[in-house]
């Protein structure tokens, strides 16, 4: 089927806003993660969901930051009273398993968060 | 603190040539390592993926190579195209899974005619 799907692919928010990030992996992926990505650095990472365990919260930068996962599929990145230096692109990815084993890692297009 | 260190930062190389990425990791235990390529604006696409006993991976002209023991890798494109133009990101998986991956911040790679 299609691949990662990410939603928006643009948001731009005042200071202060809360937002929603969107995230549909692929059918059947049980992990799911979040990264962010500022520019000219690496790929961060803020959480990773597998299966039914409770998911790995242990890169969200700030309490502002959460995620959740429903049914084992869509998965949901909101980030409260945001901050200008939340501004960067938000990248969602899917693996069969585990990223640490040699599961493929297939990525969404991002979604890029812009806070004025 | 686990690191992955990629050079050269940028590259501009001519249509048809050859080049070679580097990447450096401290990552220990190691499980393996992956190169992905962003174009921009997209998000990053698996390339190869290599485990502790594999010292190259071929993906068309992209070649891999790994070295455990210096903990080093290169990645080589053969008969670059315009379209190779894209970031180039080296990420490390530490032993014990999970979220385990590290990323260097890539190579960015200008491919002109």
């Known amino acids: 089927g299609a691949g990662v799907s990410q939603s928006p692919s643009n948001k731009v928010t005042e200071k202060g806003k809360d937002v929603e990030l969107r995230c549909d992996p692929i059918?059947?992926?049980?992990?799911l993660y979040w990264y962010r990505q500022s520019l000219g650095q690496g790929l961060e990472f803020l959480i990773y969901?597998?299966?039914?365990?409770?998911?790995?919260k242990s890169g969200l930068p700030s309490d502002r930051f959460s995620a959740e996962r429903t049914g084992g599929s869509v998965s949901t990145l909101t980030i409260q009273r945001t901050q200008q230096e939340d501004s960067a692109v938000y990248l969602c990815?899917?693996?069969?398993?585990?990223?640490?084993?040699?599961?493929?890692?297939?990525f969404g297009p991002g979604t890029r968060l812009t806070v004025t | 603190k686990n690191q992955v260190e990629q050079s050269p930062q940028s590259l501009i190389i001519l249509e048809g040539k050859n080049c070679t990425l580097q990447?450096?990791?401290?990552?220990?235990?190691?499980?393996?390592l992956r190169w992905y390529k962003q174009d921009t604006g997209r998000g990053p696409v698996s390339l190869t993926i290599?485990?502790?006993?594999?010292n190259t991976k071929s993906n068309g002209r992209y070649t891999a190579t790994l070295d455990a023991d210096t903990k080093q890798s290169s990645l080589h494109i053969t008969a670059s195209q315009l379209s190779d133009s894209a970031s180039y990101i080296c990420?490390?998986?530490?032993?014990?899974?999970?979220?385990?991956?590290?990323f260097g911040t890539g190579t960015q790679l200008k491919v002109e005619l």
């Open positions: 990815a899917s693996s069969l398993g585990l990223a640490g084993g040699p599961y493929e890692q297939y």
């Open positions: 059918s059947g992926h049980t992990a």
């Open positions: 969901f597998q299966g039914n365990s409770a998911p790995d």
């Open positions: 990447c450096n990791y401290t990552v220990s235990p190691f499980s393996n």
């Open positions: 290599m485990t502790f006993s594999e």
């Open positions: 990420v490390v998986s530490g032993a014990g899974g999970g979220n385990k991956l590290t």
